[in-house]
């Protein structure tokens, strides 16, 4: 069932005389982690306000299913200092007609919930960072919205705290099948937890799709782009048929079937190849492979970053376990599974 939908929708600063975002079109459906994907002022926020009421769109339309509660979390949250934990989350129900027992049990439990069940009664102001952040999240879930917009409300906090505290409220929401918008420049969190990402670029769509097809299968070049170190190679058509197309790659032959490629009808003459570093291994078959000079190495601890040249091309390489050789030049191959061509640009 569809939660929320967007369409067309447009929304202009008249100062600047620019559009916050241009024709937006989606849908969000109950119980989906839809993320909001794109750099500094790609119109995430803007988005995420529009549907929150906070901003008006100048055209287009937007609907929200009848009864559904939203609640809208940024990095400015609303709470009192001077007040115990139990205080600041009694607030946000005190108005509601529960009897006070009921109130207080909701409270705990949530509390519990959130790993603060020592601090009820610890004033905000003595709360850790990682503490307030619970508690302010337990305000917002304690008024039982049915959607949760959140616009990057965990983006002060240092990456450990923040990894640890997004794991464990994404296990709550899913348990609570909560509809969760979230706004994110964070590739590998919008990887990690969402059902959908929609990614935005100066306030344009550029793709809508599941992490692993937005990932594996860009339709543009900037989305393909947007993931660092991505492989981009050109390569030329050299022939098709009913089932594949062959392309020439470093002086290689390679071929793709059909039905695994997007727009085939505008691939003309020139395709860019697409393929991530961890989809590039080693060889030992120099008749298989192409060759590559080694030009530098990223050591992450898990795994090491090479790059190296290749016809004029520099291409990048993630290998989990790596034995520097003896001479700049070794053999490489592509998965070619894991390929993906978009039409040239």
Known sequence: MKAIQLKDMTLRYDQRKTDGVTQVSFDVYKGEVFSLLGQSGSGKSTTLKCIAGLLMPASGSLEVQKDEKIIYMDQTPKFSLNKTVYENLE??????????????????????????????????????????????????????PSILLLDEPFANLDNILRRELIEELF????????????????????????????????GQLQQID???EIYLRPKNLFTAQFFSQVNLITAKVTKRNDSF??????????????????????????????????????????????QGSLTRELFHGAFTLIEFKCNNHFLWAKVLSWKK?????????LDSQFIHLIEEV
Not at 111 to 135: F, K
């Open 245 to 290: 197309i062959f392309l020439e790659v470093f002086e290689k032959e390679l071929r793709f079937p059909l039905n695994q490629i997007r727009n085939i009808d505008k691939i003309k003459t020139e395709v860019l190849l697409v393929i991530h570093p961890e989809h590039i291994f080693l060889s030992e078959d120099k008749n298989e492979s192409f």
């Open 91 to 144: 607030d946000e129900i005190i108005n509601s007609e529960s009897h006070a027992e009921k109130r207080a049990n909701m409270i705990r439990t949530l509390l519990s919930q959130l790993g603060l069940t020592n601090e009820i009664d610890s004033l905000a102001s003595s709360l850790s960072g990682g503490q307030l952040q619970r508690m302010i999240m337990a305000k917002a879930l304690i008024q039982g």
């Open 210 to 212: 599941s992490p692993q």
């Open 325 to 333: 050789p003896n001479k700049k030049s070794f053999y490489f191959n």
């Open 171 to 202: 296990i709550l929401f899913k348990e609570k099948d909560m509809t969760v918008m979230w706004v994110t420049h964070d590739l590998d969190e919008a990887l990690a937890y969402s059902h959908r990402i929609a990614l935005l670029n100066y």
